[in-house]
């Protein structure tokens, strides 16, 4: 199959998760009692939709489909880029906040990029600012059930690959509670695409199952406290370290659609 085919499967395919993510959220804050629905906005290279709502006090789902060149510097980190600056990207990437302490911050991205070489990306993770073992047991039973069904090796893999990437160095801790994160998936574009679609509808069971089960649960000003907390934590490795902040920003990316990823009201001690 051609590049520009895979090209257009693949954009139609994000497009459409975006479109199941967002209505996913919105029937939960309808289940809640709230008639919030997500904000568009539009740009040259796709769209974000916003929503700050009574469930999720901000979250963002973006779409994206970028054409351009990586600047000089920056493309020497990028496969298939030494003598090519020019690329193709195309993703999708959400981040939720909810109101409620008790239910966990939700992060999902999933892109393929189209440089000399291509490749699929993505993960999922969870940060809760309380624990919650039974919830983590299910989170990644989850997701292991979902990568055992394409390869016995990809959780283990996958996991390990989160655990290193969703930690902060300065401050010696992991940001959340991991999940999986994969890249350059290039071996077998069939077998990759069919693993990252079904990792789209795995994410969004994950974000009923979890919010649902908490988002009427009463939390205290202490625990609230906490999350604010947590949510600066949060700041400091989307803005410092994160892989797919520093990529937007190269690559022509829509900085209000890249940093909507950011958590509302970080507090700092």
Not at 108 to 131: H, Q, Y
Not at 141 to 166: Q, V
Not at 192 to 209: P, R, T
Not at 244 to 269: E, R
Request: charged share 30%; glycine share 8%; with cysteine.
């Amino acid at each position: 199959m051609k590049i520009k085919k895979k090209q257009e499967i693949v954009k139609k395919w994000f497009i459409n998760l975006q479109n199941i993510v967002c209505k996913n959220i919105e029937q939960l804050e309808k289940d809640f009692g709230s008639n919030e629905k997500f904000k568009i906005n539009k740009w040259k290279f796709g769209e974000y939709r916003v929503i700050k709502g009574r469930v999720i006090e901000k979250g963002g789902v973006a779409f994206s489909n970028v054409v351009g060149k990586f600047p000089k510097k920056f493309s020497k980190k990028i496969p298939g880029s030494n003598n090519n600056r020019n690329f193709w990207s195309s993703g999708v990437s959400v981040i939720l906040h909810p109101k409620n302490p008790k239910v966990p911050a939700i992060h999902f991205n999933t892109r393929f990029i189209c440089t000399k070489k291509n490749w699929f990306g993505g993960g999922i993770d969870l940060t809760p600012c309380l624990k919650d073992e039974k919830e983590k047991n299910f989170f990644h039973e989850k997701l292991k059930k979902m990568c055992d069904l394409h390869n016995k090796e990809y959780y283990t893999k996958y996991k390990k690959w989160c655990d290193e990437y969703f930690f902060l160095p300065h401050r010696n801790e992991p940001r959340g509670i991991g999940g999986i994160f994969f890249d350059y998936k290039m071996n077998n574009w069939e077998k990759d695409f069919l693993f990252v679609k079904h990792a789209g509808y795995v994410f969004n069971e994950i974000i009923h199952e979890v919010i649902s089960k908490k988002m009427f649960s009463k939390w205290s000003k202490k625990q609230k406290k906490i999350q604010a907390y947590k949510r600066g934590r949060y700041v400091e490795f989307n803005l410092l370290y994160d892989r797919g902040t520093k990529f937007g920003l190269n690559s022509g990316g829509n900085p209000n659609a890249i940093l909507v990823s950011l958590p509302p009201s970080p507090k700092w001690k």
